[in-house]
């Protein structure tokens, strides 16, 4: 698909994959396309791959772009092949999302960076989307999700982005839905701003009747979660950090 062709299908629900691993602890791409078989041409709008629910932060980049050749020969236009490329350096960002639409990637879901969170203010995150969305020749969405970076996307550092149409939208996936209102009402009247959870779609968008909002369900829908609880007996889903490993 073109870019205003993917913009145009920018809408209803995407549905977040999960990244099965062997014992080993390496990518299991026969489940991963076995998965992604179950929930493709069903209805959705699109497939996230290597999002939160996709255990990103367990992935390497080369893991990531495999991810996305698997997916891309699963997922069919019209239906949104969306990758998430987000890293602490804008000039790692650039590369991984160059990568992954090289491979085949329709949007980019590029999560805030955080690590040096006093220094993350409007300036800082404009610069950063800037550069990213000038870098690619895809939609990029800006991905906030507070209770895992520590940096909440607020009404003044959002108020910038309103101005920089380079970039298309973004991904709010907060803790409660009422700390996104504010946001909301400032930000998707000129883009498209989806929901991170069922509950936050369904109450602040029926009720302020936010064209441009969409759904993004955490839970895969019913298939692929049958699919999912199948995968993770006796098969490890997460893989092991320094906080968890024994």
Not at 26 to 32: A, H, K, P, T
Not at 42 to 58: H, K, N, R
Not at 110 to 127: E, F, G
Not at 226 to 240: E, N, Y
């Amino acid at each position: 698909m073109t870019r205003n062709e993917v913009i145009k299908n920018l809408q209803g629900v995407i549905c977040p994959v999960v990244t099965p691993f062997n014992r080993r602890g390496d990518v299991d791409e026969g489940f991963f396309r076995e998965n992604l078989s179950r929930i493709t041409g069903i209805g959705l709008a699109g497939i996230l791959v290597a999002g939160s629910t996709g255990e990103a932060p367990y992935l390497a980049e080369s893991e990531r772009l495999r991810l996305v050749e698997v997916a891309r020969e699963v997922v069919k236009a019209p239906e949104i092949l969306m990758v998430g490329t987000g890293l602490e350096s804008t000039n790692a960002t650039v590369k991984l999302s160059r990568e992954a639409v090289a491979r085949g990637a329709d949007a980019l879901l590029v999560l805030t960076p955080n690590y040096y969170k006093p220094r993350m203010d409007s300036a800082a995150l404009v610069a950063h989307y800037r550069r990213v969305a000038a870098g690619v020749t895809r939609p990029v969405l800006i991905y906030s999700i507070p209770q895992f970076t520590g940096l909440r996307l607020t009404r003044r550092r959002s108020s910038s982005s309103r101005d920089c149409r380079m970039w298309w939208g973004s991904k709010k996936a907060p803790a409660s839905w009422i700390s996104c209102v504010p946001f909301c009402a400032r930000f998707a009247r000129d883009s498209v701003c989806w929901w991170g959870q069922y509950p936050f779609f369904t109450t602040p968008c029926a009720q302020a009747r936010w064209e441009r909002c969409w759904a993004w369900p955490i839970s895969p829908p019913r298939s692929a979660w049958a699919f999912t609880k199948r995968s993770s007996t006796g098969v490890p889903r997460k893989r092991a950090t320094c906080s968890n490993a024994s």
